[in-house]
């Protein structure tokens, strides 16, 4: 059975830093591209970026790059969501999500991540 | 990039009924474009991808259509379970994978 499982609530303050995790189960993770996704409180679902695992290869949405970094480690199947330092305004629920090339979509998700930043 | 914009932002319709929601891209997408459900509290879950692909498990009262700029999800027999948020997101280009704003699907 495929599943990601992704690390407990955070909270944080603002300038602190922050590395979420999300880990894969039940197939082969190098060889799937893994998203992350921002919901902010009462908001709609924003990607963020992408890796693959196998090479490292990672895209970052415009609105994200610079902001957060994504890597993973296949040795624990491991996907990462990382903050140098966290503003309030990143306060909201992170997914995770395993992109099935071969039907472009994300096909398995994981339970989310919420991140709180407050002083 | 390319932007999704889905319609309604709202919908209000009764058990049994049929409803459509629309997403349109900015510039044509092929039928890179995948459906997805989330309830309050949950993660997104696959309902439909390449535009009219039913996902393993999905009810066959949901359904895809469209290509190019112009897409489509059908819910024909509402039913209690299907009252939620419904996004559609484009895959044609690697940055960004874009989402629509959603369609909030409320019980009248």
């Known amino acids: 059975e495929v599943q990601l499982v992704q690390s407990g609530a955070e909270v944080k303050k603002p300038g602190e830093s922050l590395k979420i995790s999300c880990k894969g189960s039940g197939y082969s993770f190098p060889n799937y591209w893994i998203g992350w996704v921002r919901q902010l409180p009462g908001r709609g679902l924003e990607w963020m970026g992408i890796i693959y695992p196998g090479d490292s290869d990672t895209r970052y949405s415009p609105s994200f790059r610079g902001q957060v970094t994504i890597s993973a480690d296949t040795s624990f199947s491991t996907a990462y969501l990382q903050w140098s330092s966290l503003k309030a305004s990143d306060s909201a629920m992170y997914y995770c999500?395993?992109?099935?090339?071969?039907?472009?979509?994300?096909?398995?998700w994981g339970q989310g991540t919420l991140v709180t930043v407050s002083s | 990039d390319i932007q999704m914009t889905q319609s309604p932002s709202t919908l209000s319709a009764s058990v049994g009924d049929g409803v459509t929601i629309t997403c349109r891209a900015s510039?044509?997408?092929?039928?890179?474009l995948a459906w997805y459900q989330q309830k309050p509290g949950k993660a997104p879950k696959l309902l439909i991808y390449?535009?009219?692909s039913l996902q393993s498990g999905v009810p066959s009262r949901f359904s895809g259509s469209g290509s190019g700029t112009e897409f489509t999800l059908t819910i024909s027999n509402l039913q209690p379970d299907d009252f939620a948020t419904y996004y559609c997101q484009q895959y044609s280009s690697y940055s960004p994978y874009t989402f629509g704003q959603g369609t909030k699907l409320e019980i009248k």
């Open positions: 390449l535009a009219s």
């Open positions: 510039q044509s997408i092929s039928s890179w």
């Open positions: 999500a395993r992109l099935e090339a071969l039907v472009a979509a994300h096909d398995y």
